[in-house]
DNA sequence: AACAGCGGAATTGTATGCAGAACGTGCCGC
DNA sequence: GCGGCACGTTCTGCATACAATTCCGCTGTT
């Protein structure tokens, strides 16, 4: 999973650096919930948690506010990014365009290959729609979006919607645990597969808005819930 | 100009920490070109010259990593930002979309004031063509995309959308000097303006677009010609 | 009893020192 | 004469120490 967020040069050289390594064990473990929306990072308890100095702890604090996925203001601890409705809605309608965009271009663009790995990656997650683990579910998920963000051909964009996806997921885990859910996910997959397989531009870049918007509400319905048992 | 990649709080605040400081003054000298794409960043010359540690000047330079104008490899100095062509024409064409975005969305969702903002935005460029200022043109012209930034009503579009301007930047500073690309630019945002405020949000996407991706060819040709004459 | 002002404690921001990795230089072997 | 290797220098990565700011609780006043 904290694969995702490597870029390139980094999987390359294998990060070596602690703050690197910190940055991931800390992204990783605010993706996964262990680090809630508006949690306090104490550099400090950080540090000693890690058994290394602040240095490290600060440069991985900061890449991360880089990222989004924490926010700092000067002389005050850096928290857990915690954005506001509006913010979040803002979000997952950006990523429905930019998942969207990959997809076109991949109707467009992708190779004999490409098009053979998307299909394969559909056909596993078709396997795993009833196998009812959540965790494998969604690294073949990922798998899926992956094959279409590098069919897009244009490496910035898939960096572009690869972050917007690792900043929105802190949200969207509730979701892996409807399991009725993964079923109607796989339709709208096929949909887009389709699409792309034809090399129909429009139809495969509506179908993957839709699937998003989809996953968008799903967790307005959750949010919802949420804020309501809250209360 | 700095002040286009200020985030909210930061302006707010005013930005306070050493570290943020330099990180705009570097920002601004990539951007303006005193740091060309290649060089390299020394930590301790750069502490120097800013009469301050290396401390801030290193948080500095890795936020710069982040946001994408300087690249990072471990043990090894920190370059300006040099993209192959490749992936420079992919960040081209994914500001086309994200401009595009922007502009379909404020067709569809700009107030009243917000269409007389970017009016007033369009009428300042109109008179600015022929004023032979490239830096006050610049600055309207950023002033005028801002406009639609704000006009789409969807703040992490619009981060994302500046971000890529300006780590474009860089890269389009030649075509400020080309007065004759003023006008004809001038023509190309009458067509977006004339579609936004009729609420024709497929219309004023391709119009800005066919403007964004005007602006990249453009480049090619300055590229092109530069590498040409460094044979 | 509630609030304003103040002082100490805790935490972030910055500086400095040290260890290890990467590059340049010169020597040696071929 | 040319390529490879070892050494020394230089720079980055990390640790630690100090300074500045914020937060929290206290006291005193109204």
Do not use: W
């Not at 078709?126 to 899926?144: C, K, T």
């Amino acid at each position: 999973m904290s694969d995702l967020s490597l870029a390139p040069q980094e999987a390359r050289a294998g990060r070596r650096t602690l703050a690197d390594e910190l940055r991931h064990q800390l992204a990783d473990q605010i993706m996964y919930g262990a680090l809630a929306p508006g949690t306090a990072l104490d550099e400090t308890e950080l540090a000693r948690r890690f058994a290394v100095s602040r240095t490290p702890v600060r440069e991985a604090i900061r890449l991360l506010a880089a990222g989004g996925l924490v926010e700092t203001r000067p002389h005050r601890a850096a928290v857990v990014a915690r954005p506001s409705h509006q913010r979040l809605i803002g979000m997952f309608e950006a990523m429905a365009e930019l998942e969207a965009l990959c997809a076109g271009f991949s109707a467009e663009r992708m190779s004999g290959n490409e098009r053979h790995a998307l299909e394969a990656a559909h056909e596993e997650l078709r396997a795993l729609v009833h196998g009812g683990d959540p965790q494998r579910y969604h690294e073949s998920n990922e798998a899926f979006h992956g094959a279409l963000y590098a069919g897009a051909h244009n490496a910035y964009l898939a960096e572009l919607t690869l972050t917007t996806r690792l900043r929105v997921a802190p949200f969207r885990r509730a979701q892996f645990r409807n399991l009725g859910r993964l079923a109607k996910s796989h339709v709208e997959h096929d949909r887009v597969v389709e699409a792309v397989l034809r090399g129909e531009r429009a139809r495969a870049a509506e179908a993957m808005r839709a699937h998003i918007m989809t996953v968008c509400r799903e967790y307005e319905v959750y949010a919802g819930s949420a804020a309501a048992s809250r209360v």
